[in-house]
């Protein structure tokens, strides 16, 4: 069952470029996809597009059955409980500790704490962070911060997790270890990747499915691909 | 949705931040309060005023004298007259006999003056007691009615009172344009400080959205903090209103201008006025908040 089914998306920004032309594509359930292509090709664009922080100019963004183009502005929030989304830059809150940073997703959504409890300790657990729950976030590594990034966004345990370059500040080894820990999370949970990246290297040793884009065109949607220019 | 839990989530977070932010909230605060203070003075002194006019208008009478030499017919002629003014609600006559006795009775001195009098030294006349329907119409007819042939002289009210009701109306649309004023202040000063809350907060607010949290959720403390500046600001107002006023009411044992004037009896009116002092703090304070987020949360 698709999960996605993109349907001749175009997206220009308000700048007049266009960043994707007549996009066609659907992502199965359980996937694990990587966006690919070069600077400026519009691999983030397509992620923004999947969890509606941008509006396509035609088209339709089908997520999980729903109309993503067409969803109100005010409705927004229904979809995002929906997915998980983690960013190059980590984006934690320094003044909250790794427990309090991850539990602050499901405070934001009125869950109760008892259950919250349960829901982040099973995802740090799931990124391997059970021992550093009460550090703040300055005193971790690049690659710890990141997956305590990947906690909060799977705590709510999503069908969909949206990641942009989450290994674009790590070296080759701490990003091989956050390629597993997105891997273990495809397989136990079942949730759908999508990621988007520059990195061959993972691209290649991985084996799982490579969407390629090149200046805003799709140019190839290989099962078990590769980094190939 | 999880209201209660939500709600002390922003009650906590907008707290923070008017600690944080404590200058600036602190300017938004005093505003607060001068403005209150003053919405205070104005509450009390027009309630009081409202009071007293009531008072005056309920036994607010012209007083119409005949002329001595005046005959049935005549008198008959002036009620015909009095009846037909569209502002008179209603009179009472009474013969200058009726008012000797009615003053006899009033006094002993009355009487004992009265009685030295013969009939036709007495000062006292037939007279009408007219009532009106409209007090700030009360000049013009008496005028009307002193204009009727036989009537000697016409009194109505204290023309004082008349002056001081008109005095206070003036002085309370000026009340109303410095409030207006300072209200305006203030909740430019709101604005500004949850601007400054809402950009101390940017990032928190990004992830929020990124993780689900709904338009309210967001929204809600940046609306709380308005409220609690709101609320802080009515303290001393609130304060110096109870008490004042009920040192005021004590000093002047309760009546100004010699008894002319009868103040509010201080309970419950005191809560009523703090109430009125918070709940316009309060609405200040979210209207504030309220136009900040709109302005700058964009959502
Ligand atoms: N908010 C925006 N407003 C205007 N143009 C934008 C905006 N975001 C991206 N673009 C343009 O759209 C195109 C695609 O950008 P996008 O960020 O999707 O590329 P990318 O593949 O993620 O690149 P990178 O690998 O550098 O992250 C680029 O030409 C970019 O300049
Ligand atoms: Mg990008």
């Known amino acids: ?229 | 949705m999880k209201p209660i839990r939500m709600l002390g989530r922003s009650v906590r977070d907008a707290v923070k931040s008017v600690i944080r932010n404590f200058s600036l909230s602190l300017a938004s605060i005093s505003c607060i309060t001068i403005t209150l203070i003053i919405v205070a003075v104005a509450v009390v002194a027009s309630f009081n005023v409202q009071n007293f006019t009531k008072a005056i208008e309920k036994d607010m009478t012209i007083v119409v004298f005949v002329d001595n030499d005046a005959e049935e017919k005549d008198i008959e002629n002036i009620e015909d007259e009095i009846k037909r003014i569209a502002n008179v609600e209603k009179y009472t006559f009474q013969t200058k006999q009726e008012v000797k006795e009615m003053m006899q009775q009033e006094s002993e001195v009355f009487k004992t003056v009265l009685d030295t009098w013969t009939d036709e030294e007495s000062p006292l006349k037939d007279t009408f007691q007219v009532k009106v329907k409209n007090v700030e119409k009360i000049k013009k007819t008496a005028l009307k009615i002193e204009s009727i042939d036989k009537v000697s002289t016409v009194r109505y009210g204290e023309g004082m009172v008349d002056k001081m009701v008109k005095a206070f109306s003036s002085i309370e649309k000026v009340t109303y344009i410095i409030v207006l004023g300072l209200v305006l202040v203030t909740v430019f000063l709101i604005i500004n400080t949850i601007k400054l809350t809402i950009s101390a907060r940017r990032k928190e607010i990004g992830i929020m959205r990124l993780v689900g949290a709904s338009n309210i959720t967001i929204k809600l403390p940046f609306i709380i903090e308005g409220m609690i500046l709101g609320l802080f600001g009515s303290i001393i107002p609130v304060i110096l209103t109870t008490y004042g006023y009920l040192a005021f009411y004590k000093h002047f044992d309760g009546y100004l201008y010699s008894r002319l004037i009868e103040l509010i009896v201080p309970e419950p009116f005191i809560y009523q006025t703090s109430l009125i002092v918070v709940g316009i703090g309060i609405l200040v304070g979210m209207i504030g908040s309220a136009s900040a987020v709109r302005k700058y949360l964009k959502i």
């Open chain 1, 1 to 229: 069952m698709d999960l996605i089914r993109v349907k001749n998306v175009e997206k220009k920004y308000k700048n007049g470029v266009t960043a994707i032309y007549d996009l066609n594509l659907a992502i199965e359930k359980g996937s694990f996809v990587f966006v690919i292509g070069g600077s400026g090709s519009g691999k983030s664009t397509f992620i923004k597009l999947l969890y509606r922080e941008e509006k396509p100019t035609k088209g339709q963004v089908i997520v999980g059955g729903l109309d993503v183009a067409k969803l109100k502005n005010k409705k927004v929030y229904k979809l995002r409980r929906k997915l998980g989304i983690v960013f190059q830059d980590y984006r934690l809150l320094p003044k909250l500790t790794v427990y309090e940073n991850v539990a602050f997703a499901l405070e934001c959504i009125g869950e109760k704490k008892d259950s919250i409890r349960v829901k982040v300790l099973k995802a740090l657990e799931d990124v391997g962070l059970k021992n550093k729950v009460h550090e703040y976030p300055d005193n971790l590594s690049g690659g710890e911060q990141q997956r305590v990034a990947i906690a909060r966004a799977i705590v709510n345990d999503p069908k969909l997790l949206l990641c942009d370059e989450p290994t674009g500040n790590l070296d080759p080894e701490k990003s091989m270890e956050i390629m597993k820990v997105l891997e273990d999370i495809n397989k136990s949970r079942g949730t759908t990747i999508i990621m988007a990246t520059h990195d061959k290297e993972i691209v290649n040793k991985m084996k799982k499915q490579v969407i390629t884009l090149k200046d805003g065109h799709l140019v190839k949607f290989k099962q078990k691909g590769t980094y190939a220019e």
